[in-house]
């Protein structure tokens, strides 16, 4: 009797063990904006490619959470170590916590456009930059592009002294402070969530922003000027724990890892054709006028600027920086 009964529960444990392992992996990707933005097709295209894969069939199920419906960007990576996300894409000013090296990311008129980013990003230095918060815990897949950065504000802005003592928003990053601070500006750390409504009630007097960002959230409509200046980049960097990523089975990790390269190429070329298209309509509606600088204005921005480059070469590596410029080259 007690053989049977001892027969039956190692056939309970054989039998619970092996549904244990046949338990497919779960996938939680958390983001911040909605479904219809570069981000947001990028992420249901992973989810998609990862669907129709034979290999990870019954292997691992992603989930996709748009409009901060999980965690905000401030919270997701303390989420993610803790196990709650598995993936996240927040905007590369927000690793702050984790490294400086991100910060070269910030650094004004480093980029001479989104080609030089991403020759940058794709080669030896900027794929170095994937593992730079590791050892915290933290694991780069790969750079997703939003576009470059432009100059709204309530007066023309074509020389760098028209910028004196003009409020503009900026996201939380110290190199963006010495920026605006670099032409006599006053930087104003707020939430993007609150950029119209101080834009409308001329709490500030301006911002910068992508044109795609500039569009989607009406800046334009309170900002009657916009100067095509392209002196920053605003991207993201897909992210995961070091901890779940090492954890997975190499195939599995092989086949997801291309899916996600698969995925962030098609967020990249949407955000190329969403930022020429917004661009266009901001033009077309004639609410915002836009001033294209000429190359001996621009010249001026970037010299008064350029200067920031060497209050954070310690921190973000000289040879980043000088690997950024002969991308540009």
Known sequence: ????ILGLATA???????????AP??????HVVA?????GQMANEFKRLVEANEKLKDKVVVEVYPNSQLFGDNKVLEAMLLGDVQIAAPSLSKFKKYTKQLQLFDLPFLFKDMAAAEKFQQGPEGQELLNAMKKKGLVGLGYLHNGMKQLSASNPLRVPADAAKQKFRIMSSDVLVEQFEAVKAVPVKKPF???FTLLQTKAIDGQENTWSNIYSKKFFEVQPYITE???????YMVVTSEEFWSGLDKDVQAELKTAMDKAIALGNKVAAEKAESDKKTIAESGRSEIIELSDEDRQKWVDIMKP??????????????AAAQKAGE
Not at 1 to 4: D, G, R, Y
């Open 1 to 4: 009797m007690n053989k049977k």
């Open 12 to 22: 309970a444990l054989l039998s619970l063990s092996m549904s244990l392992q046949a």
């Open 25 to 30: 992996v779960t996938i939680k990707f958390s």
């Open 35 to 39: 479904e219809n933005t570069p981000k």
């Open 193 to 195: 969530s609150e950029v």
């Open 229 to 235: 200046s392209n002196h920053g980049l605003l991207d």
């Open 308 to 321: 920031v480059w060497k209050k954070f070469e310690k921190e973000v590596g000289a040879e980043n920086i």
